[in-house]
């Protein structure tokens, strides 16, 4: 019997929604790429819907949103639940890794 291995489920986190420029027509060149030389199975992490959204889901990819905004100091209850929320999306979407594709994406 031949064991079947799953693909890797790879998250792609982004900051924005909309395709602005080079670097989120790279993220889906680069998703569009792991995909069909090493059978990967992109996902997104996108915080509201828009462009990108839409042109993840038109290859046929899994994508969620999910609102969040930056917060400054050492110590914020809102940022907190933030992450937890993320957390809990990010399990539920059995993600086996992680790619942030920006500096600015709180992870």
Not at 76 to 96: E, T, V, W
Request: proline share 5%; glycine share 12%.
């Amino acid at each position: 019997m031949e064991n079947k291995k799953q693909p890797e489920r790879v998250l792609f986190f982004n900051h924005v929604c909309d395709i602005l420029g080079g670097a989120e027509l790279s993220l889906l060149g680069l998703a569009e790429s792991l995909q069909s030389g090493h059978g990967v199975e992109p996902l997104f992490l996108l915080p509201g819907e828009g462009t990108l959204a839409g042109a993840a889901r038109d290859k046929g990819w899994e994508v969620r949103t999910s609102k969040y905004k930056s917060f400054d100091g050492w110590l914020h209850l809102p940022y907190y639940f933030m992450c937890l929320r993320f957390s809990n999306i990010i399990r539920g979407m059995k993600a086996d890794i992680i790619h942030g594709n920006s500096l600015a994406a709180p992870a």
